[in-house]
């Protein structure tokens, strides 16, 4: 009976690890044809302690699954079955090679072990029941678009399952007959004993079997036992659960920025940024217009993703009936990179013999973005930048890089995009604003208080603390300059010495390189670059998160380093050192909103809050979505200069979750949702959803609101 398992088992082993060893070496290949990809290499800009932490919190503590209590805990158990019965599949092979009564020292004799071996398999069993129930209830044959596994591989996801159960049934059967065959012989063939408490109970069911019957149910369980994970392992390496291995690579070779950190640049091969005045679209690339386009890192993208659709279940666009689910995009690119492979990987004398019907089985000459391309125009400018899907993701898909390379090829060699959109560029280039005003306009709301503003001439003056960015909205929307002159008289009555560009002051270029135009943001930032370090300034504060963000992460990339703080970290480190004492009691209850860029992109949550809480009155309540989990205005992404002409418009959709707390204000900290929320508010006050006397103010206001005893001007009143 020994020889014959031995045979069994070594032929399987063999036939199975061939066909696995075959993909693996396909991907390999695949993912190195991607393009050179230096800033995630090891050597280059890493940061090794960052890369020991993330495979800590992320892969082996699951930090970013956990945050889905139920199913992440679900997922914690399986997970680490995976891990530790690994341990059974070692005295699995021991047994093959060396018969049922060899055992490993320590391993297969110390009870703890045992227990913890049974203890992580009935964990697991129970995981995936819980996997079942999530699936059952969230089917997308009853839920439709709401359900966050619409358009994912679901037969696939229950064979996972399957397999999965078959991996511990088949183990608690082959260490049941171990331990019914010590109980019938008196030998040490299950050294674990009542330790190993689930094998044990499964040794009990097997009670009255001959010695005979149990080494045969012994020899069929370890050969199931073992041959159900060989087939698992063929079936993973070609399925969505190749993240079971790729996983902890996605994991290590991420961006690790504090939030989601700066759009990266176009690059050369080498790594170095693309000087656009010297570049040459026929050699370098400007953006991704075909799949081999993309580096090996996203390629890896692609091959992890889980198919969970906690990114699609978060998405603004989706949400809203748009057709834009990151989940999808990424499983879109997937399928078409497999399709193409055996193209992009062939010769070019295997490529000239291929047949016109084996090119279109291929999709050879599959646009990648176009009306019938792998990407539908639709789904790329749908997005908001607003970085729910990269916060979201539990492997660490940088859906955003993505979508910004394809919408910069289309933008930059295709001229291709939506028409509203041209008109904020041109206004960029001819007048440095999205709106196309005069520079002097920049100037008008300091004419409005009543104090001096000093405005550099050449130097900021020593005095000096901070350069204040005013940005675009802030110098030139109306219901934005509110925020600015609240701002900046917060800062005079605190003591702050600060200083303002004016006619200087150019837009960031944030627009520009979120629609993709990556050229006109490099000479926007560069010439910014030039005026601040020519003026010898070192902190800003500014009340834009996209100026905030653009200045502080994006701009070290062209040589601006500067030490940015948003106006609502300044307020509340000035509150909570007593330079702005808030004493005239606001009794409202308040909703705040998170601006995506200020929250998400750079994880400013805490000091708005803080804000709020040390205004006398104010009773705050917060939206279902909010921190991390927050509903964005619509207006990132370039967005704010496009027309929504698909589903539901994203602010409204932000509204009504907002008039679910029954507020009398909403309160955000960032103009252009201000902007958005206070459209919104207006549209739900002339259909009579919202109370009449319902505003939107920034959370500087209402601070100014509490210190003078004066009403805040609103947005919504406009």
């Not at 171990?178 to 019938?184: G, S």
């Not at 549209?683 to 509490?706: F, I, M, T, Y």
């Amino acid at each position: 009976m020994f020889l014959i398992t031995l045979i069994i088992g070594l032929a399987g082993t063999a036939v199975a690890l061939a066909l696995a060893g075959k993909r693996v070496l396909f991907l390999v290949k695949l993912f190195r044809s991607g393009q050179p990809a230096p800033d995630r290499v090891a050597s280059v800009k890493r940061d090794p302690k960052g890369d020991v932490e993330g495979q800590v919190t992320e892969v082996l503590g699951q930090k970013k699954l956990l945050k889905w209590t139920v199913a992440g805990l679900a997922h914690f158990f399986v997970m680490w079955a995976f891990f530790l019965l690994a341990t059974v599949y070692l005295e699995a092979g021991v047994a093959l090679l060396f018969g049922l009564e060899t055992h490993i020292p320590f391993v297969q004799t110390w009870g703890p072990i045992g227990f913890i071996q049974d203890f992580i398999a009935v964990m697991c069993a129970l995981g995936l029941l819980t996997f079942a129930i999530i699936r059952f209830k969230n089917a997308p044959k009853t839920k439709g678009r709401k359900s966050r596994f619409f358009g994912s591989h679901l037969g696939g996801a229950w064979l996972i399952l399957f397999m999965i159960f078959n991996v511990i049934w088949t183990m608690f059967f082959f260490r049941g007959t171990l331990a019914a065959l010590e109980t019938v012989t008196g030998q040490h063939y299950f050294p674990f004993g009542k330790a190993a408490f689930g094998s044990y109970l499964t040794g009990l069911l097997l009670d009255g079997f001959s010695e005979t019957t149990l080494k045969v149910l012994a020899s069929v369980g370890l050969l199931a036992h073992i041959g159900v994970a060989l087939v698992f392992l063929v079936i993973v390496v070609n399925s969505k659960h190749l993240h079971i291995f790729i996983a902890p690579l996605n994991v290590l070779y991420k961006r690790r920025p504090n939030g989601l950190g700066a759009a990266m640049p176009v690059t050369k091969p080498d790594g170095t940024p693309l000087d656009f005045e010297e570049a040459d679209p026929d050699e370098d690339l400007f953006g991704r217009s075909k799949i081999e386009d993309f580096t090996w890192k996203g390629f890896l993208d692609f091959a992890t993703c889980t198919e969970c659709g906690r990114c699609q279940s978060q998405c603004p666009a989706w949400n809203t009936e748009k057709p834009l689910s990151p989940k999808l995009l990424i499983l879109e690119l997937r399928d078409h990179a497999f399709h193409k492979a055996p193209y992009m990987l062939a010769t070019d004398e295997q490529k000239a013999a291929f047949t016109d019907e084996q090119k279109l089985a291929m999709e050879v000459d599959k646009p990648l973005v176009g009306e019938d391309g792998v990407i539908h125009p639709d789904v790329l400018w749908s997005c908001t930048n607003c970085g729910a899907c990269v916060e979201q993701c539990p492997v660490d898909i940088e859906h955003i890089d993505h979508i910004l390379d394809m919408r910069r090829y289309q933008a930059m060699i295709e001229s291709s995009f939506p028409s509203e959109a041209g008109v904020m560029l041109r206004n960029l280039e001819n007048k440095g604003n999205p709106w196309g005003m005069g520079e002097m306009k920049r100037l008008e709301w300091i004419e409005e208080l009543d104090f001096e503003v000093e405005v550099i001439d050449e130097k900021i003056p020593e005095d000096a603390e901070y350069l204040f960015w005013v940005g675009c909205a802030g110098a030139l929307e109306d219901r934005a300059k509110k925020t600015t002159k609240a701002v900046a008289e917060l800062l005079h009555t605190a003591g702050v010495k600060f200083a303002v560009l004016g006619p200087m002051e150019a837009c960031t270029g944030d627009p520009a390189r979120r629609l993709g135009m990556e050229y006109l943001f490099q000479g926007m930032a560069q010439q910014n670059v030039e005026t601040l370090n020519d003026a010898g300034v070192k902190k800003i504060v500014a009340t834009c998160p996209h100026c905030f963000n653009t200045l502080a992460n994006e701009y070290p990339q062209v040589g601006g380093h500067y030490e940015v703080v948003h106006h609502t970290q300044l307020l509340a480190d000035l509150v909570d050192n007593g330079k702005l004492v808030p004493v005239t009691a606001i009794e409202e209850n308040i909703t705040y909103h998170d601006p995506c860029f200020l929250g998400r992109h750079n994880k400013v949550y805490k000091q708005p809050r803080d804000i709020m809480a040390k205004v006398p009155g104010v009773k705050t309540q917060e939206m279902h979505r909010c921190k991390d989990k927050g509903f964005c205005c619509g207006a990132g992404g370039a967005r704010m200069w496009m027309e929504e002409r698909i589903g539901k418009r994203i602010n409204t959709e932000r509204v009504d979750e907002a008039l679910e707390t029954n507020p009398d204000t909403v309160s955000t900290a960032c103009p252009f949702c201000l902007v958005m929320l206070g459209d919104a508010i207006n549209e739900k006050k002339s259909s009579g959803e919202a109370k009449e006397s319902l505003e939107v103010v920034d959370v500087a206001q209402l601070l100014l609101k509490s210190i003078k005893g004066e009403p805040a001007v609103t947005a919504a009143a406009e």
